[in-house]
């Protein structure tokens, strides 16, 4: 059985958890320090959706005002190397609607601010969300070609991208070797930067 949400009486609440009582069960959920704020005060009857993470050797619930928040946190559990831990401390600094516009613009530095998050993983997750949550993708050095002079290969604009990312001239060299020679930007340093978490 899956759960997908929870309405009952808040009967405690802890640093990152609540436990809601449906029944005369009380189910532990973890939440975001907002979360547990906005839910009222304890007796109060409280709402949540509910993301059931099942492993071999546990289940936990996560806690979500809204749908959409559920949608993005489960999104961020698709990216590669997110647990979730990170995908709820992603979402404890930005909310969905800040995290959209932090992708479509390539705000490295704002996803740095989340305790956890370097640049290089921050920029990782800023190509792997933009397809899991539907933000177009964007130029990858947001750069256009000058009049009358030939617009760069899309090899060179993989190269620029990780450059200024902070990848060194021997990760960048290797994992091109490996990429096709021509193809979409957005695309090849998306798989340029997934090859790279794998070797890391």
């Not at 929870?6 to 436990?19: A, C, F, K, P, S």
């Not at 071999?56 to 928040?69: H, I, K, N």
């Not at 090899?155 to 994992?175: F, P």
């Not at 091109?176 to 930067?193: F, I, N, V």
Request: hydrophobic share 45%; charged share 20%.
């Amino acid at each position: 059985m899956i759960i997908g949400s929870l309405r009952g009486l808040l009967v405690d609440r802890t640093d990152g958890e609540v436990i809601v009582e449906v029944v005369g069960i009380g189910y532990r959920l973890t939440v975001s320090p907002a979360t547990a704020v906005q839910l009222g005060e304890l007796g109060d009857d409280v709402f949540l959706h509910v993301h059931h993470n099942i492993r071999e050797d546990a289940q936990s619930l996560f806690g979500f005002l809204t749908r959409d928040e559920r949608r993005t946190f489960e999104a961020l559990l698709g990216a590669h190397g997110v647990g979730p831990a990170l995908a709820l401390a992603i979402l404890s600094v930005h909310e969905p609607v800040a995290l959209q516009a932090i992708l479509a613009t390539d705000d490295v530095a704002a996803l740095c601010l989340v305790p956890g998050v370097g640049k290089k993983t921050a920029a990782r997750l800023l190509v792997e969300l933009k397809s899991r949550l539907d933000i177009p993708d964007m130029d990858v050095t947001g750069m256009t070609a000058a009049p009358n002079r030939p617009a760069p290969s899309a090899t060179s604009d993989v190269q620029q991208a990780l450059a200024e990312l902070g990848y060194g001239a021997d990760e960048i060299r290797d994992v091109l070797r490996d990429l096709p020679a021509e193809g979409d930007s957005a695309l090849l340093l998306r798989q340029a930067l997934q090859k790279l978490a794998v070797r890391a």
